[in-house]
C-alpha cells in the first residue's frame, strides 16, 4: 500500500470502487487508538471481519444503446482513442463518488451506465459534439472529475436516448496569463493540482481547494458552485469567475471578462452552478492572486462549540478573517484527536501534563480550531495576531503550528477512511448548509438532534453525527455534518441505500425547516431535487426551466439533474 501523503499521480482516475486510484486506502494501521474508538462509538465488536465488494469481472453491464451514425461521426471527429465503450470506461463515468454511489458500485448496481464515452480536446470538438448529438437526439452529460455526490453525472433512469458522456480531462490547458490584471484564461478538464502547479510556475494561485481538490475539476466547482477551503478570502467559485465559453444546443454564450459592469443580470451567475443543463463550460477567465509569501495553519482548543462560534462572529464582525477557519464542534474534535498518529505533535502535546492543565481549566471536552493565515509575511503576521487576540479573548488554547500542520497534511483523507468504513458495513456520508450567524446554534442542535435519533430508529445502532462551522461570511457560514454507523445488520445494499436515504431525508427536511441553505457547496443533482421549488419558489423553478428549454429543446444535456423531470415535462411553462 502507498503512502496517501506521498502520494503522486497524474491520471486521476478512481479505483472502480471507492476513492483515489487504486493502491491508494487508508492507513488505519498507522492510527492504533483510531480502530477502538470507532468501534466504540458504533457498537461494533472488535474483531468485526470486513465484508469485501464483489469482484470488479462478476460485473455484468446491461448491453449499450447504439446509434451507428452517431458512433461513426463522432469517430471521424475524435479518433477511435477517444471514443470508448469499455466497461471499464463505462463503469468509471456511472455516477458521482456519494455513499449511494459507492454502495451501487461495489454491489454491481450498474444499471443505467452511459453508452459511449467521448473525450473532447478542444473548444471546436466540443461544438461539433453537441451538433451531432442534437441531430442524432442523443443525451450529453459533461463530465470532470465525477467527485459530486448529489447524483449530477449519472445518466437519467427517466430517459431512454443513448447517453454519451463526454470526459473533459483533455481540455487541460493555461491558455492565457494576464499578470498585470491577474486573470487566467483557463480550460475546463484541469484537476486541481495540474492547475494550481501551472499557475504556481508563473507565480500565481487560484486558490480554491476544495476537499476533493485532488480529483475534481475546474469546469466540476463552476457548474456545482464550489466551494474551497481558503473561500473566506478567495471566495466561492463564483465569485472567482469573470467570463465564460459555454457551448449550448442554440449556440455560443460568451460572457466578457470584466472586473465590474452593468449589463443586465449577470449571465456568468445563470452559468455558474447550472450542473451542465444549460451549456458545456469550454473555457473559464478566472481571478487569480499571487502564490502567498506566506501560509501558516494553527490548531487551537475552546473549551465549547459555543465559545469558538461566537470567537469566530466576533472575529467577522471585527472585519479580521483567517483565510481559513473550521471549527469542529465536541464530538468531531473527538474524532481528530483519535485519528492522529501516535507520533503526532498534537498527540504527544495532549497526552500528559497539558491535558491534566487543560482539564483543570474547563476543557474537559474542547471543540478544535483550525485556522490558516496567508499572505505577504507582514499582513499575515498582522492578521494573525488580531485573530489571536479575539480567539483568546473567547478562551482558546493554542496547540500551535505543529498541530495545525499536521491537520493540513491529512486534510484529504477523510473520502479513503469512508471506503474503509463501508467495508465494515457503515453509512457513511456528509451533508451541508449554510445559514445566518442569528441561525446558527438553533439550526446546528436541531439538525444535529434529528440525524442522531433517525440513525439510531434506522439502523438500530448508535450513530456517529459530527459537525464544523466553515467558510465564514459577514452575514453567517457554512455548517458541516459527518455522519457514520453500521448498517441494520445483515443488510444488502437496496437496504443500506434505503436507510441511507431515510437519514439524508430527515437532515435535509430539518435544514429546510430551519432555514438553512439546501447546499451551501455540494449542488443540487439528484438528490436535493424534492426540496428545489422550496428553496428557489415556483416561479424560480418556472424560469430556470423557461432559460433551459430555450437553450436545449430537446433536452439534451443532462437530462434528470438540477431541475425535476416534472418541471420541464409537456406544459411545464404557460403557453
Ligand atoms: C470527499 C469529497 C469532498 C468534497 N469536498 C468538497 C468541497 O470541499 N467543496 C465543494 O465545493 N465540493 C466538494 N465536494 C463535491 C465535489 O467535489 C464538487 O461538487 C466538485 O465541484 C465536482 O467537481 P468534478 O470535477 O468532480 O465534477 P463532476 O462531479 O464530474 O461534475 C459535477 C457537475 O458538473 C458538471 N460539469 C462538469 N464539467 C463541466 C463542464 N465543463 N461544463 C458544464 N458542466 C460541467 C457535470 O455535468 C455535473 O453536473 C466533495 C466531494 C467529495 C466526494
Known amino acids: 500500500m502507498r503512502d496517501l501523503h506521498e502520494w503522486k499521480d497524474e491520471s486521476y482516475r478512481h479505483k472502480w470502487w471507492g476513492w483515489g486510484p487504486e493502491g491508494l486506502e487508508y492507513d488505519m494501521h498507522r492510527r492504533p487508538d483510531f480502530w477502538p474508538w470507532i468501534c466504540k462509538i458504533a457498537a461494533l465488536p472488535d474483531d468485526a471481519t470486513p465484508a469485501y465488494r464483489i469482484s470488479r469481472d462478476s460485473i455484468k453491464l446491461p448491453a449499450r444503446k447504439s446509434q451507428p451514425e452517431f458512433d461513426d461521426a463522432v469517430t471521424a471527429?475524435?479518433?477511435?482513442?477517444?471514443?470508448?465503450?469499455?466497461?471499464?470506461?463505462?463503469i468509471a463515468h456511472s455516477f458521482g463518488r456519494s455513499y449511494r454511489d459507492l454502495v451501487r458500485l461495489r454491489a454491481g448496481l450498474i444499471d443505467h451506465p452511459p453508452d459511449l464515452?467521448?473525450?473532447?480536446?478542444s473548444h471546436d470538438d466540443v461544438v461539433a459534439i453537441v451538433r451531432l448529438a442534437g441531430d442524432h437526439d442523443v443525451t450529453l452529460i459533461p463530465f470532470g472529475g465525477g467527485t459530486n455526490i448529489v447524483g449530477c453525472v449519472e445518466p437519467s433512469t427517466a430517459d431512454d436516448r443513448m447517453v454519451a458522456t463526454l470526459d473533459m480531462r483533455l481540455m487541460n490547458r493555461l491558455l492565457a496569463l494576464d499578470k498585470e490584471s491577474m486573470t487566467a484564461d483557463l480550460e475546463p478538464g484541469l484537476f486541481g493540482p495540474q492547475l494550481e502547479r501551472l499557475l504556481n510556475a508563473q507565480g500565481c494561485s487560484l486558490?480554491?481547494?476544495?476537499?476533493?481538490f485532488q480529483f475534481s475539476?475546474?469546469?466540476?466547482?463552476?457548474?456545482?458552485?464550489?466551494?474551497g477551503t481558503q473561500s473566506n478570502v478567495y471566495g466561492k467559485i463564483e465569485d472567482m469567475v469573470l467570463g465564460m465559453r459555454v457551448v449550448t444546443p442554440r449556440g455560443i454564450i460568451e460572457t466578457k471578462s470584466l472586473?465590474?459592469?452593468s449589463n443586465g443580470p449577470d449571465l456568468n451567475r445563470v452559468i455558474v452552478g447550472s450542473e451542465?443543463?444549460?451549456?458545456?463550460?469550454?473555457?473559464a477567465t478566472m481571478r487569480v492572486h499571487p502564490v502567498p509569501e506566506f501560509e501558516e495553519y494553527r490548531l487551537l482548543l475552546f473549551p465549547s462549540f459555543r465559545d469558538g462560534f461566537r470567537a469566530l462572529r466576533e472575529c467577522v464582525v471585527q472585519g479580521v478573517m483567517p483565510s481559513m477557519a473550521r471549527l469542529s464542534d465536541e464530538a468531531e474534535t473527538e474524532l481528530i484527536f483519535a485519528a492522529k498518529y501516535p507520533s503526532s505533535g498534537v498527540k504527544r502535546i495532549l497526552n500528559g501534563p497539558v491535558k491534566r492543565l487543560l482539564r483543570a481549566r474547563g476543557y474537559s471536552r474542547p471543540a478544535a480550531l483550525v485556522v490558516a493565515f496567508e499572505g505577504t509575511r507582514k499582513t499575515a503576521r498582522q492578521l494573525r495576531r488580531a485573530i489571536r487576540r479575539i480567539l483568546r479573548k473567547h478562551r482558546a488554547f493554542d496547540l500551535g503550528t505543529g498541530a495545525g500542520e499536521a491537520w493540513k497534511e491529512s486534510r484529504y483523507d477523510v473520502p479513503f477512511l469512508r471506503d474503509y468504513l463501508m467495508d465494515y458495513g457503515f453509512i457513511t456520508d456528509s451533508f451541508e448548509t449554510s445559514t445566518v450567524w442569528s441561525n446558527m446554534m438553533p439550526l446546528y442542535e436541531a439538525v444535529t438532534e434529528v440525524i442522531r435519533k433517525t440513525f439510531e430508529e434506522v439502523t438500530g445502532f448508535p450513530g456517529y453525527v459530527g459537525n464544523h462551522i466553515s467558510h465564514l461570511y459577514s452575514t453567517g457560514a457554512c455548517l458541516y455534518y459527518s455522519v457514520g454507523g453500521r448498517s441494520r445488520e445483515g443488510s444488502t445494499p437496496e437496504e443500506m441505500i434505503e436507510q441511507y436515504t431515510t437519514i439524508k431525508h430527515a437532515a435535509t427536511s430539518e435544514i429546510m425547516r430551519n432555514g438553512g441553505a439546501l447546499s451551501h457547496h455540494h449542488a443540487v443533482?439528484?438528490?436535493?431535487?424534492?426540496?428545489?421549488?422550496?428553496?428557489?419558489s415556483a416561479t424560480g423553478i418556472r424560469s430556470l426551466t423557461g432559460f433551459k428549454l430555450c437553450l436545449d429543446p430537446q433536452r439534451i444535456l443532462n437530462p434528470g439533474s438540477l431541475l425535476p423531470d416534472s418541471a420541464l415535462g409537456p406544459g411545464s411553462l404557460p403557453d
Open 77 to 90: 471527429l475524435l479518433g477511435i482513442d477517444r471514443v470508448r465503450h469499455d466497461d471499464d470506461d463505462r
Open 117 to 121: 464515452i467521448l473525450y473532447p480536446q
Open 207 to 212: 486558490g480554491h481547494h476544495p476537499d476533493s
Open 217 to 227: 475539476t475546474l469546469g466540476g466547482w463552476l457548474a456545482t458552485r464550489s466551494a
Open 259 to 261: 472586473p465590474a459592469a
Open 276 to 283: 451542465g443543463i444549460f451549456g458545456i463550460i469550454t473555457q
Open 525 to 536: 443533482g439528484y438528490e436535493h431535487q424534492p426540496w428545489i421549488e422550496q428553496e428557489l
